[in-house]
């Protein structure tokens, strides 16, 4: 990970904030930080007061800091940069939460036990923060994960130099000192497992599964070992599997896909060793859905960046992989009003030279998903909810993060924890009213 800001950097960069009145920073962040308050705090040398600001309302404060595209949410509804350049928010916002780790202050409070208990299923942004979320109610919240440690992609897919495993993981123990039970290795994968966490006493279910598959291309790989899916290497990196730089080493390396996770799979391959990676994708450079500085931060590694291109056959003989096929697209407006459709041009067909392709078109909802047989789903296998709250068809289960709205950024997924939670609270406290 890059380095965060010095107290005397993080002081600088708040003297710089003018103070607005109505601080539209705060309008930009979908986990409902309140850039303002804690800036404010910081500018009047109150470093606890301002690290509580942001723990209360964001038990993930520091992930968020340092993976969302503040460029795009809070910093670009900063006023400084009608003027200037932006307040550099997501890197006060990382001091702030490093000071109160180093510094050994608590800033988040556990409410006392009320004695409800509510399951969520899935450790990863959205569980977590409902988690929080519910302790800080005074309910016992127990997370049910199917992985060795909770974090979700936080801990066993981003790179490391994106987000260090070291660092999410005292943004977890944070949560722990709520008094939030974590059942690892412990999967809910479907209706049967749902029925039994009601018939132990959970009053609700919080479905946050995530979107643990990787879409493929509609291209037959012939059965070649060098056709592989960028969220399953990805994760092989990650746990240091052995042989898992040694797929990409000295070879050339394309990428099939525009997100952040293609990104991540691009950058990764270089940085083990790859002799050239390129990144194909079908639309333009501004339609890419990754954050820009994550793009950016690629180019600088050498990525070679192939845009308006469409793969359309691997080129393999006897199992290797010796080239993939292509041809040239143009966009056209599409047909919803939705981004625009790319369209292969005839006559532009030619062959790039590889020896890997790493598949990331996109990612999709985990399979026990479609396991949940009384909760809807959309045609895309995402779980449908009725409202904000992500209450689900099913009475007492809700969903939200990136099972609900597809990949996404860990912002949204708090948000949604963060609205899950509170209606969670409502129907308890409710009930506890009913004669």
Not at 52 to 80: F, H, Q, S
Not at 417 to 434: F, N, P, S, T, V
Request: charge should be positive; hydrophobic fraction near 40%; aromatic fraction near 4%.
């Amino acid at each position: 990970m890059e380095p965060g800001f010095t107290l005397a950097q993080a002081v600088a960069e708040a003297s710089r904030c003018l103070l607005c009145h109505d601080a539209p920073c705060s309008t930009g962040c979908p986990a409902n930080t309140a850039p303002d308050v804690f800036i404010r705090k910081l500018r009047f040398r109150n470093l606890q007061g301002a690290a509580r600001a942001i723990k209360e309302r964001n038990a993930l404060g520091g992930v968020c800091a340092v993976v969302c595209p503040t460029d795009g949410l809070c910093e670009m509804r900063c006023v400084a940069s009608g003027i200037g350049e932006p307040i550099r928010i997501g890197k006060i916002q990382r001091f702030l939460v490093e000071w109160a780790w180093d510094t050994h202050v608590r800033p988040l409070r556990a409410a006392k036990p009320n004695g409800r208990k509510v399951a969520i299923v899935g450790a990863g942004p959205a569980g977590l923060t409902c988690a929080a979320q519910l302790a800080k109610g005074g309910v016992h919240a127990v997370v049910f994960d199917k992985r060795p440690e909770p974090g979700g992609m936080l801990v066993f897919a981003l790179p490391e130099h994106r987000l260090s495993r070291a660092f999410v993981r005292r943004e977890i123990e944070d949560i722990r000192s709520l008094g939030v039970e974590f059942r690892c290795s412990s999967p809910v994968r479907g209706e049967d497992d749902l029925k039994r966490l009601f018939e132990e006493g959970f009053r609700a279910v919080y479905l946050a599964t995530g979107t643990w598959r990787s879409a493929r291309l509609d291209l037959p790989s012939h059965g070649s070992p060098d056709v592989i899916e960028a969220l399953a290497w990805l994760e092989q990196l990650k746990r240091e599997q052995q042989g898992s730089r040694a797929r990409v080493r000295d070879r050339t390396v394309i990428v099939v896909g525009g997100g952040d996770t293609a990104i991540d799979a691009a950058v990764c391959a270089k940085r083990a060793g790859a002799r050239e990676v390129s990144l194909l994708y079908r639309r333009s450079f501004l339609e890419m859905p990754a954050s820009r500085k994550e793009i950016l931060s690629a180019l600088d590694e050498g990525i070679h960046l192939l845009l308006l291109t469409q793969p359309i056959e691997y080129v393999v003989r006897d199992g290797v992989l010796e080239a993939v096929r292509v041809v040239r697209t143009t966009l056209q407006p599409a047909d919803d009003g939705d981004r625009s459709r790319p369209v292969p041009l005839q006559g532009t067909e030619h062959t790039i030279p590889a020896d890997v392709v790493i598949e990331a078109p996109g990612l999709l909802p985990a399979d026990d998903v479609a396991k949940f047989s009384e909760v809807a789903l959309d045609h895309n296998q995402r779980i449908i909810v009725r409202d904000a709250s992500g209450a689900t068809s099913r009475l007492h289960v809700f969903a939200g993060g990136d099972a609900v709205r597809g990949a996404s950024i860990v912002a949204k997924a708090v948000g949604d924890g963060q609205r899950a939670a509170r209606a969670i609270l409502d129907q308890l406290a409710a009930e506890g009213r009913q004669p």
